[in-house]
């Protein structure tokens, strides 16, 4: 009980400060990109509260308590701003008004262990984002973050796959001046010529079976750690840490 109710102040407490200009938001993100058919959210403060809440403890949708509103419209709003890309917009904004941060960019990819109910879908493996680890089904979640620790760009993968496979997918378009740091997991050729061609300068330690001899300099390497502080910051989330969704 006492876990739940530490649970409930912290959901109301990040929940209270997200949704300030919440309508804003939407408006904004309605006029630019979405659609203005359908009938707009009747309590958007409460809706995305209520998303908060589910992130935060790792509930399932109907036990969405009922000061959020009716669970399957909060559920069918989430979705709904999922399709529509509203949350990668949002994210894509949010990068564009730090771009002072992005002389650094932190790349590193982290497991998210699957739940049951996330293998129920009729949905092969790699459309679910989902693959057989030695620890059951995974999840890997792909992210690139700036000096601030913000998030710049996030892609999920199945999580038997190898960092280095999304590492070009997952990068910015834009690396021009910019120094790109990676463990040795992203020590490949073709990673390293992208980075370049694109304008930036690799800060990744080269494996110990390389012939060649390529520099590295650990003193800008260790602000690596930044993009681990971020995979264990928002992995307070439960619903982050856990994959209890279906779809990707």
Known sequence: MSLFIRDNIQVERNAS????????INNLYRTEV???RGRPVGNLDATLNGIWWILCTGS???QLPERYGKWNSVWRCFRRWCGSGMWGWILQNLTEQHSDYEIA???DGSHIKAHQD????PLDSEQQKLGKTKGGRNTKLSAVVNLAGRAVSLVLVPGNEHDSVSAIETLPKNLKAKFVLADKAYDANRIRSHIESAGGFCVIPPKANRKETISYDKEIGRLRRIVENFFCRIKSYRRVATRYEQLP
Not at 17 to 24: D, E, L, P, T, W
């Open 34 to 36: 979405g659609s203005h």
């Open 60 to 62: 399932i949708w109907n």
């Open 118 to 121: 996330a293998s129920r879908s």
């Open 17 to 24: 400060r997200s949704s300030r200009g919440a309508k804003k």
């Open 105 to 107: 960019l932190m790349l």
